[in-house]
């Protein structure tokens, strides 16, 4: 039976280029796409733009330009950045593709239809930068609770989607569906401070601004965000309202929704509730990621502590930061980027722990059997003790890439190259190499760590796709699939390739001073 995986993240908006923080995203969807392709599953991977709106609007009119040429550059420079961080994503969406427009305009009309959207007036608290609506209530002294920055009355003629209609149903749904939303605590800030106190209906046209979409069959009103940028996940899989694809009967309903905890609000309650008034099925899991702060705080231009992710693989190569944004954001708590804390990274787990392994390892064949790889034939208890955390590693990695717990599947793959470390000071192939009638042993204990570095650059794939290379290359094998893990991989009789470093060291008292001179 096919397996079939639908991974999106949030299309990322089209006003400025995106940062460090806005790239982790892209970088955990595409490990856990490139996991699940390497594990058997057909995977469909969607990300983008999201590109209309009245800030988008201002910004292209400070620039003298129209609107489609701003948002063509920042797309650009989007995808420019995505294809940097070697990302593999199936399918890149821009919201002002034009079937995109005509299925938001259907979308809106069959609600319309229903019953679920009616037209009012709306006066209260806008926030322009979040596009958002506020009460006075809502407000966090007197600004926007999202960004903290100020809000301004509006009062404007606009349809209104009856989210009341759904409310109490919604409720139901994520409390009979405990793995909706992730990690637990984004799903408690969702019921108990949105979903208990009640939903007011939301506004979803405006009438102050141009850049969007028109209501078909009112074009003073143009289609606000939430049903423009949220539509993006059915419309580009091929859902329409008349006759959707197969495709979008093969993936829909998403696996994951991979998203940022500040849009939780609108992917947790807007889409799901959009998706019951379509009578579609909602996606499997809503996955609120954490924010990537820049030393102490969130990064912000006011703050001048924005660090682009093409900037930093400039200055240290595109896995040493994918390693980085993998392994040392936490699940559920905001994390930390500082160059201090990324070189001792790179020192300390990629340059000793993995480089320095697969260096001496290759370098040891070459020097003792000229670098062909003999068959294990003379065994000691300490071999099965390393066989068994190999063997035991991919299903370790399976749990904790089902949990959405990357950091943790990557400590699995290099608990495997710490004990290969151990094992070399344990076993002592210089010594063995001395004696000749060690020779069987030496060449045992040598498969047995090229085998282990091997089965680790297996998994290894889905997080730091260039380094896996290097090391099958290094290894000269094309055995790079999940179940060669069995201990036997490495062919007899292969020739290695020359040993190259895969990361080097960096003098961090120097590196510091160089970035901050730039």
């Known amino acids: 039976m096919e397996k079939n995986f639908y991974i999106s993240t949030a299309i990322a908006y089209a006003s400025a280029k995106p940062h460090i ?70 399918k890149f969406v821009r919201t002002t593709n034009p079937v995109h427009k005509e299925k938001v305009q259907k979308i809106f009309k069959k609600l319309y239809d229903k019953g679920d959207i009616y037209k009012g007036k709306y006066e209260g608290l806008y926030c322009t930068p979040c ?46 569906h405990p793995d909706f939303i992730k990690p637990e605590s984004r799903k408690n800030e969702i019921v108990n401070n949105f979903l ?3 939903l007011q ?61 500040d849009i939780l609000r609108f992917h947790t309650i807007y889409w799901p509730i959009m998706l019951m008034a379509l009578d579609l099925p909602l996606p499997k899991k809503i996955f609120g990621h954490p924010w990537v702060l820049s030393g102490e705080d969130k990064m912000s231009k006011s703050k001048g502590n924005i660090i682009y992710a093409d900037q930093l693989v400039k200055e240290f190569g595109v896995d040493a930061i994918r390693y980085y944004l993998l392994h040392e954001i936490p699940y559920a708590q905001d994390g930390i980027f500082t160059y201090e804390l990324l070189i001792e990274r790179i020192n300390s787990d990629l340059a000793n722990i993995l480089g320095n392994l697969v260096n001496r390892t290759i370098s040891m064949c070459h020097k003792y059997f000229d670098g062909i790889v003999y068959e294990p034939t003379c065994f000691e208890p300490i071999d099965e003790e390393l066989k068994k955390l190999v063997l035991e590693m991919p299903s370790k990695v399976e749990k904790n890439m089902d949990d959405l717990r990357c950091a943790d599947a990557i400590d699995n793959i290099f608990e495997v190259f710490r004990r290969c470390n151990k094992y070399i000071d344990e076993t002592m192939p210089w010594i063995l190499a ?11 204990v040598l498969y047995n760590l090229l ?51 895969l990361f080097n060291r960096i003098n961090k008292e120097e590196k510091l001073k160089e970035l901050i001179r730039q």
């Open 21 to 90: 923080g806005n790239t982790y995203e892209i970088v955990l969807a595409d490990a856990i796409a490139r996991y699940k392709r390497l594990t058997g599953y057909n995977v469909y991977f969607q990300t983008g733009t999201d590109e209309h709106g009245q800030k988008i609007e201002l910004k292209a009119e400070e620039q003298g330009i129209l609107p489609q040429e701003y948002v063509d550059n920042i797309s650009l420079e989007v995808r420019n950045i995505w294809d940097v961080m070697n990302t593999s994503y199936d």
């Open 451 to 501: 085998e282990s570095i091997r089965s680790g650059a297996v998994l290894l794939q889905a997080y730091l796709p260039d380094t896996a290379d290097k090391i099958f290359h290094q290894l000269n094998t094309e055995n790079k699939f999940i179940d060669s893990i069995n201990f036997k991989g490495m062919d007899v009789g292969l020739h290695l390739n020359n040993p190259e470093p």
């Open 434 to 444: 001395k004696d000749k009638e060690k020779e069987a042993r030496l060449k045992t």
């Open 131 to 176: 596009e958002s609506f506020f009460t006075e209530s809502q407000l966090v002294d007197s600004k926007c609770p999202d960004c903290g920055r100020e809000v301004t009355k509006a009062s404007e003629e606009a349809y209104f989607f009856k989210l009341s209609n759904y409310t109490k149903r919604l409720e139901e749904y994520i409390e009979s």
């Open 201 to 261: 209906d939301l506004c979803i046209s405006r009438t102050s601004f141009k850049w969007g979409i028109p209501v078909s069959f009112d074009e003073k009103h143009v289609i606000y965000v939430w049903i423009d940028a949220l539509s993006n996940y059915i419309t580009f899989l091929g859902y329409d309202i008349d006759n959707s694809t197969e495709e979008f009967k093969k993936y829909w309903p998403a696996d994951v929704h991979l998203i940022g905890k």
């Open 196 to 198: 208990k106190p009640g």
